[in-house]
């Protein structure tokens, strides 16, 4: 039988947070909450349809959000093999097109794409990484 509700909690340890954490995300509205017999429920169809749709959160044994635009400087790293340090300088240069986020930088796909495209064709890379 699959659940229909979760608890805050159950919410909160998904995704590696704190109490305080867990209850701003409640508070923004971005999934439907319920209160019964005066506790706050979570709906579990529209917390992962929320989940799928955003890119801050990560569950922390489970899939990663379906519908992943963003890139995270870390995600970068992870996929080029380079530091999260050498990945930044490229964004402060320029050479990486980013947006500032409540939760650090974020990089769109196609832009991180189409930059790594050129970036691997380059003499640079090919003689330094």
Same mark, same amino acid.
């Given at each position: 039988? $699959?659940?229909?509700?979760?608890?805050?909690?159950?919410?909160?340890?998904?995704?590696?947070?704190?109490?305080?954490?867990?209850?701003?995300?409640?508070?923004?509205? &971005?999934?439907?909450?319920?209160?019964?017999?005066?506790?706050?429920?979570?709906?579990?169809?529209?917390?992962?349809?929320?989940? $799928?749709?955003?890119?801050?959160?990560?569950?922390?044994?489970?899939?990663?959000?379906?519908?992943?635009?963003?890139?995270?400087?870390?995600?970068?790293?992870?996929?080029?093999?380079?530091?999260?340090?050498?990945? &930044?300088?490229?964004?402060?240069?320029?050479?990486?097109?980013?947006?500032?986020?409540?939760?650090?930088?974020?990089?769109?796909?196609?832009?991180?794409?189409?930059?790594?495209?050129?970036?691997?064709?380059?003499?640079?890379?090919?003689?330094?990484?």
């Amino acid at each position: 039988m $699959n659940k229909k509700s979760m608890k805050v909690k159950e919410m909160a340890d998904m995704l590696g947070l704190k109490k305080t954490d867990s209850y701003y995300l409640l508070h923004k509205g &971005w999934f439907e909450v319920v209160t019964i017999q005066g506790k706050m429920r979570i709906m579990v169809d529209s917390f992962e349809k929320w989940y $799928n749709s955003q890119t801050a959160y990560k569950k922390v044994n489970g899939p990663p959000p379906a519908n992943i635009e963003y890139y995270t400087l870390k995600d970068i790293s992870e996929i080029t093999g380079k530091s999260v340090g050498r990945i &930044w300088e490229r964004v402060n240069k320029g050479q990486i097109s980013a947006v500032h986020t409540q939760k650090g930088y974020r990089v769109k796909k196609e832009d991180f794409e189409k930059w790594y495209a050129e970036y691997k064709e380059t003499w640079m890379y090919k003689c330094y990484g």
